[in-house]
């Protein structure tokens, strides 16, 4: 007997549990294990209904043009950078992402890297436990209460990074397309926010403007007591400036979340002692990715009883 329930396309594995719940509600096909996803499309695309992707991952329009009945893709995240949302616009396709569900845990991340990396504190944590402090003093670290955090990007996330340092006594910045009913100074360019910056703290889209937007020129007026800090693409930085102003000197340190060949990281990046790594992390937590997952499992089952997805873009 076929199927009654509505066929989706999974593109890149998700967590277990929403794996779970979308496999309780619809025909589930999951193009990361056709051996020949080409073949797949020609004879099942049709077939699909809806997409349910990542934001670090997206779909492809070659993909979306496969797949004529596909009228609803829901992102496992807030990042579209990776669907061509002009595409989707001409073709009536909505596109859902978990927005505000992830907004405190990547504000709190910024502030942790911010105060990790200003604290010494990888290598304080190497030190104490290696034993050495038996033999000699740790060395001093920097205060981060009171310098300078620039963000570029004000919105949810940006906004909730900006209250978070300005609790810690910290003067704010920021860069975004128009002006923002929030007391702190505008920037017009992120080169000029770079220049009046101890903190530079990337919380804007992967988006085509945005592409390598962090060059030599930006990490030139960080400068040499400068830290960059990025939670939000790695193709928001040119990352061959970015090593070379770490090795140079240019800037003080760089703390990243993200990368642009993730899961791969640089292996001149693993190699710099000015550098706090973590591997794309900033909402996962237990309880953000469980509400990312109820949000995705909602989009699609009001779309496919209502004709409208719930937190569209």
Not at 10 to 26: A, G, R, T, V, Y
Not at 46 to 70: F, H, M, N, S, Y
Not at 198 to 214: H, T, Y
């Amino acid at each position: 007997m076929m199927s009654t329930q509505p066929h989706i396309l999974i593109i890149q594995p998700l967590m277990p549990q929403l794996d779970e719940k979308l496999s309780q509600h619809f025909h589930c096909h999951r193009l990361y294990d056709e051996q020949d996803a080409a073949l797949f499309l020609q004879r099942q695309g049709k077939e699909i209904q809806g997409i349910v992707t990542r934001g670090d991952v997206g779909v492809e329009t070659a993909i979306l043009e496969q797949l004529p009945a596909c009228k609803a893709i829901a992102v496992f995240g807030v990042g579209t950078d990776r669907i061509d949302l002009n595409y989707t616009a001409a073709h009536a396709i909505q596109v859902s992402i978990t927005s505000d569900i992830l907004t405190d845990d990547v504000a709190d991340l910024a502030m942790t890297l911010t105060l990790a990396f200003s604290r010494n504190l990888v290598a304080y944590h190497q030190f104490a436990r290696s034993g050495a402090w038996e033999n000699t003093s740790a060395s001093l670290s920097s205060k981060a209460s009171g310098k300078r955090m620039g963000i570029a990007g004000l919105g949810a996330i940006g906004l909730a990074i900006a209250r978070r340092a300005e609790a810690f006594g910290m003067e704010i910045a920021y860069t975004a397309r128009s002006q923002k009913n929030v007391p702190y100074q505008r920037c017009e360019s992120i080169e000029q926010l770079a220049a009046c910056s101890d903190f530079l703290v990337l919380a804007l889209p992967g988006s085509p403007e945005n592409i390598q937007l962090v060059d030599a020129k930006v990490l030139a007026a960080l400068g040499k007591s400068g830290v960059l800090i990025n939670i939000a693409r790695g193709t928001v930085v040119n990352e061959n400036d970015l090593i070379q102003a770490l090795q140079q000197g240019v800037i003080k340190g760089a703390a990243l979340d993200v990368f642009p060949q993730e899961p791969v990281i640089h292996p001149a990046l693993r190699e710099l002692d000015n550098v706090l790594l973590t591997p794309h992390i900033a909402s996962a937590t237990h309880e953000t990715r469980e509400g990312m997952a109820n949000n995705v499992l909602e989009n699609l089952l009001a779309y496919f009883s209502d004709g409208k997805m719930l937190t569209t873009v």
